[in-house]
């Protein structure tokens, strides 16, 4: 969130705006009956949000889906122990340099490289490994990063995943021949540390998996501009309002809040999400060159990745 549009005089949501613990675990409840196999905590940063070990708790014991977090890695050193015991599984932490200078001019950033490093070092010993390492690479800022951090990473137990600079809200001043295409990052990696692609995880996953052929591990690229994969996305997603959003780039949100306040039945609330997910036709990465210009699109800082 930057500083020049988020500062000391924004005016933030009133807390009784924001949904409350329990009225994000019945709907992630919802969700998960629905087959919903993830439950991924973003923001923002997640770890800001006061009591968020407590939610974890309560997401933990919803029988099925899986329990992860995204987090830039600054609180992560701090809070890695007591989240893995709320129940947490997996952790993905945003690095996009590990040059301090680099680091600092991609994420506005107060913090150094190091209290990430050391805040992925904490989740891993408190079990929750392999923790993924996200890098979004922009041409001109943070390209010469990729072999910095492929070499940083190799060998560690975690996963590094690359992701091309998308234009993710209205206000990152994206262009076209600023994004990275998968297929050089995969490149110039392989030129140094030779590559063999691997299976996906599961249908539906987002990033190209690949493997250093001499067994040290493995590296993602996730290419949404240069290889749109919107036929297969299974993702929705629920802001901290109550707002459901079918896709990343979306400009408008379905509320549930409103419906949620006013006494709906869980299966009310459930007939509610099947109308807003059954009829999506969101391909906004397939049609991305032909899109309006000027679409206002919501911030990725509201919905998360």
């Not at 459901?244 to 006013?262: Q, V």
Request: charged fraction near 25%.
């Amino acid at each position: 969130m930057p500083k020049t549009v988020f500062g000391r005089d924004y005016p933030f949501l009133p807390r009784a705006e924001l949904l409350s613990f329990e009225e994000i675990t019945r709907l992630a409840r919802l969700f998960a009956h629905i087959g919903v196999r993830k439950i991924r905590l973003t923001g923002g940063e997640p770890l800001l949000r006061h009591g968020v070990e407590k939610l974890i708790g309560m997401l933990s014991e919803i029988p099925g889906p899986e329990l992860a977090l995204t987090t830039n890695g600054s609180l992560l050193e701090k809070k890695a122990k007591a989240l893995a015991e709320a129940g947490l599984k997996r952790v993905t932490v945003s690095l996009d340099a590990l040059d301090e200078n680099t680091f600092r001019r991609v994420n506005d950033a107060d913090y150094p490289v190091a209290k990430v490093l050391a805040g992925i070092e904490a989740a891993a010993s408190a079990g929750l490994r392999p923790v993924k390492i996200n890098c979004v690479v922009k041409r001109g800022l943070n390209e010469g990063e990729i072999i910095p951090l492929a070499r940083h990473f190799r060998g560690s137990g975690h996963i590094l995943r690359f992701i091309e600079y998308m234009d993710v809200g209205s206000s990152n001043g994206w262009r076209l021949d600023e994004v990275v295409p998968a297929s050089e990052i995969l490149r110039r990696i392989d030129e140094v540390f030779p590559l063999e692609p691997i299976d996906p995880n599961y249908p539906g996953e987002v990033a190209e998996r690949w493997r250093y052929r001499d067994g040290q591990g493995e590296i993602g690229v996730i290419a949404s501009v240069t290889r749109a994969f919107c036929s297969s996305c299974t993702r929705i997603r629920l802001s901290t309002d109550g707002k459901l959003y079918t896709c990343l780039f979306a400009s408008h949100g379905h509320d549930l809040r409103g419906p949620l306040r006013a006494g709906d039945s869980d299966a009310e609330l459930l007939a509610r999400i099947r109308a807003i997910w059954e009829p999506r036709n969101d391909r906004y990465s397939l049609l991305r060159l032909q899109a309006t210009p000027g679409l206002k699109k919501i911030e990725m800082s509201y919905i998360g990745g």
